[in-house]
């Protein structure tokens, strides 16, 4: 294009991600100006010590937030979108708890708001979800979109380490933060499934929507039975449609190996995508990493420069439905004497819970069960479980991880 | 939104997409009006034997044109678009054969030209590649992008059956088309490809650019010996920058167990996008089928009636490399009888040809001879390729197949 003008970004926070965006655009300026007529130029830049957010503001056009956490960055935001700038951030606990106000503000002011890089980094899932099926009716979104427990849950699969040990190489190798608790359990996973599940339905769901568990409690025990009955371990994140209202949650979760996510192992995430008119679609992709989020973030960048976008409005307040269906595994260890099957497989059979397939396994004093169930309401099954706990001959709390039934063999 | 204005749509075809876009368009109206502001509804239809393209065009605002071939709808696209009108496509080979003159037309008149559903139905890659990666630099672009091809070799290698056969099974099931020749010899994915290829390096590239071979003359014995060497093959179309060029194929190819499309069956696409920023990302779902295709064209009204997008602008022309090297699995039919084996090897050797796996194996009077190669340019190997032809000792034309080397395990 002939002409081409600048356009101001003001960056907030300098880390990783901060570092890799600055020097992505300085390195793809000529194509983004290309594509768009535009040529991005980092304008001001908001340190931890450094810099003042109001001559940042009044100085850009486009404010990308890579602070991360709730506060300042909503203040931040919010006052940047009231002042008419387009905003770009790659917080996923900012858009899933503060989603309501903030798009509020966006529509007001006319603006867009863009956090393609909130959820699984460079896989454009928001982007797909909003915008190239925003007219389709989506029922279910689900995937692995932690990058640091499903690295976690395929070193512990591999090497048949403990949690902890695996953790602490993870954070070695800088995969796993410091502080590692949002991520192992489960926090960082339901900000982004909120995420995803307020755009797939279209109405306004919050972090305090999505039930979640992480992955501390796993042992490498049930990680070896597993591989026995042909499953693999994933954190899953799960927003479905069910009986008329929605359920978001997330959890560690058996999948058999002809799964489409069975082989997503490592850092990576996927996101399946489901709808009548599509079956399903699949994305994958690296999950983190400061040059594939600094790349999803110059994306929404592009497409600011480039023209409008829709802004997502929430419609109808869909009902959470906490109570669905699940199919578990669990992992007993009893007393090694007859009747203890018959008195397990009665307790189950009483709450109308249908065994898929058993394990049983004598280590002297004692014994493992370990077993499959089909689906059953969960209500039902934890009321089971606490019933379990009680008889005699348990030598330990019993464990239970969902399934997802071999739907694809 | 409070206030909803009517979204006029030109439909240009009505088969088996046609019907099912219209349908959608009736179903969808009320959620396209509440992420866009304004309600799509058809206001005219071209068939076959009905309809007056003038008038349709005077009457909309969005012409989308799903009659396929190049003529009239070559035509009617450029008549829409000099007329001022934005365009949808779902016409690959109209794309891949006359995109610069289509993108030219345009960008002159200032709307947008859209074509998500011409390349793997409903699984977002256009979208995915020309926005979330516009400014990223993009190496490679590959994938299955032709779902007849795919189901096809999916069913011979799990029946043992013919070509042939199976081919008449695809017709019924619907899964290939009366004339499958398109299909099954490539040039369907040749003219994906050219596009992926356009977007993905931004430069000029059309169908006479692409070399491509079909599954015509795959044989069901090198799918049983490529299960011995636990390969499963895959008509790949691959576009990727060689040596400061870029190399745009399609052609049947081996791929080991572990690799990332190898899971792909029936007629799922798939498609690879490699970028050093983000390492790579995978999207996979159907690649056809009526309701999945309307689905993308929707897709791309919604995009239009929400707001600008930026136009395909060609960059530099980057030359076209057509000798590229390749890893082979080759197939011979000999005379089984001493020293056949060591001409064979000194051919190859003395072509530079260096040998990964051999499965020797008589047939009586004869023998086979089944090897994996490592890379080699394609050059030298179709060179050595006619010497071994030439051999006494060779009782059938020599059968090759590109091989990707195990990269992911």
Same mark, same amino acid.
């Given at each position: 294009m002939p002409v081409t003008s600048e356009a101001r970004i003001g960056l907030l926070g300098m880390g990783n991600v901060g570092a890799a965006f600055a020097e992505l655009v300085a390195a793809r300026a000529d194509a983004v100006a290309e594509i768009s007529g535009r040529r991005p130029m980092i304008a001001g830049v908001l340190r931890r010590d450094e810099g003042d957010f109001d001559s940042i503001l009044g100085d850009s056009e486009i404010v990308v937030e890579?602070? *991360? *956490?709730t506060e300042p960055a909503r203040d931040y935001v919010l006052r940047s979108l009231e002042a008419g700038k387009h905003v770009v951030t790659a917080n996923k606990q900012l858009v899933a708890q503060h989603g309501d106000e903030l798009f509020e503000a966006a529509r007001k002011a006319g603006v867009q708001l863009r956090f393609e890089a909130a959820v699984a980094g460079a896989v454009p899932v928001i982007r797909v979800i909003h915008e190239s099926l925003g007219a389709t009716e989506i029922t279910k979104v689900f995937g692995i979109v932690n990058g640091t427990t499903n690295f976690i849950l395929t070193e512990m699969a591999r090497t048949g380490a403990s949690f902890a040990d695996v953790l602490v190489r993870a954070q070695e190798l800088g995969y796993a933060e410091a502080d590692p608790s949002d991520d192992v359990g489960g926090a960082d996973a339901a900000a982004k499934m909120a995420i995803l599940a307020r755009l797939a339905f279209g109405t306004a769901i919050g972090l305090d929507d999505v039930a979640y568990e992480g992955i501390t409690d796993i042992q490498p025990d049930d990680l070896a039975y597993a591989k026995e009955l042909g499953l693999s371990l994933k954190l899953l994140g799960v927003a479905e449609r069910r009986e008329g209202g929605v359920s978001v949650r997330v959890f560690p979760c058996f999948l058999y190996g002809g799964h489409p996510l069975a082989p997503i192992e490592g850092p990576f995430n996927a996101v399946m995508v489901e709808a009548p008119a599509i079956t399903e679609i699949t994305m994958s992709g690296p999950g983190a990493g400061g040059e594939a989020t600094a790349t999803a973030v110059l994306g929404d960048v592009v497409s600011i420069l480039s023209g409008d976008a829709p802004v997502h409005v929430p419609g109808e307040r869909l009902e959470v439905v906490r109570d669905v269906a699940s199919s578990f595994y669990l992992h007993l260890e009893v007393a090694d004497r007859p009747g203890v099957l018959a008195a397990v497989a009665d307790v189950l059979g009483q709450s109308g819970i249908s065994v898929r397939s058993v394990v049983q396994r004598g280590t002297g004093e004692e014994a493992r069960l370990v077993m499959v169930m089909h689906e059953t309401s969960e209500s039902a099954f934890y009321a089971a479980l606490e019933e379990l706990a009680k008889l005699d001959f348990m030598r330990a709390t019993p464990r239970a991880i969902r399934v997802i039934e071999e739907e694809f063999l």
């Open positions: 890579l602070i *991360g *956490g």
